[in-house]
């Protein structure tokens, strides 16, 4: 059964770091987007970045541009969302998203809780 596991969510002090990890398992990230969403208690799930097939144009969201950084490992069937100077309003689950450009198979992680504490 293809599926994404996500990984890496954590209880993090303000200004903390954590980076998060989104395995592919069951089939390959390849020609797949990748893309990083989170959804705050009582919020709409919200887009944070990311990320072209071949991990050449990347995007973020307003809120965490300059502080979060989206990457991709094809080798390893992987993607990462690298969380540095974390802020309260970072608290949400956070998903990882696949999106297939050729056929547009999608597929969704079942989240990892990040909280941030002041």
């Known amino acids: 059964q293809p599926q994404l596991v996500e990984s890496g969510g954590a209880l993090v002090q303000s200004g903390g770091s954590l980076r998060l990890s989104c395995a592919a398992v069951?089939?390959?990230?390849?020609?797949?987007?990748i893309g990083w969403f989170r959804q705050a208690p009582g919020k709409e799930r919200e887009g944070v970045s990311c990320?072209?097939?071949?991990?050449?144009?990347?995007n973020y969201a307003d809120s965490v541009t300059g502080r979060f950084t989206i990457s991709r490992d094809n080798a390893k069937n992987t993607a990462y969302l690298q969380m540095d100077s974390l802020k309260l309003e970072d608290t949400a689950v956070y998903y990882c998203?696949?999106?297939?450009?050729?056929?547009?198979?999608?597929?969704w992680g079942q989240g990892t809780q990040v909280t941030v504490s002041s």
């Open positions: 069951g089939f390959t990230l390849d020609y797949y987007v």
């Open positions: 998203n696949a999106n297939n450009i050729l056929n547009g198979a999608i597929y």
């Open positions: 990320i072209s097939d071949r991990g050449d144009y990347t």
